[in-house]
């Protein structure tokens, strides 16, 4: 019979062994878009206001362009963690696999959507 204490029980993963993974996903892509959304406004800034051709010019140069693709990846990323811990927390069954399915479906739609868009303006 082994005696476990509360810490060796928590260590390393936690007792269903993938707790940690969505905290530090969620952790580390938090910390990805502290950094990208303000380079990001201050790139879309630039393009504001400016004409149809203006803006695809300005989209063609590959640091606005850069930016804008990691913006839309990271916060992808980042929706799919969170909206998953969410239906984890808020469902059960059947119904928490099928909204875990279709909101990364969502996700995943919505990147390579917009990263589609970016690459026609840039290419």
Do not use: N
Not at 35 to 52: E, R
């Amino acid at each position: 019979m082994a005696f476990l204490t509360d810490r060796k029980r928590a260590e390393y993963r936690g007792s269903s062994r993938t707790g940690t993974e969505h905290l530090w996903g969620q952790t580390i892509s938090a910390v990805g878009l502290a950094v990208l959304i303000p380079l990001f406004v201050l790139t879309f800034g630039g393009a504001l206001g400016g004409t149809y051709e203006e803006v695809l010019a300005y989209y063609q140069r590959p640091f606005p362009a850069i930016v804008a693709a990691m913006t839309i990846t990271v916060s992808m990323i980042h929706f799919r963690h969170g909206i998953q811990v969410v239906i984890e927390d808020y469902t059960r069954g059947l119904q928490k696999k099928f909204l875990i399915i279709l909101c990364t479906c969502i996700a995943y739609a919505i990147a390579a959507t917009g990263l589609f868009a970016l690459a026609r303006i840039a290419l």
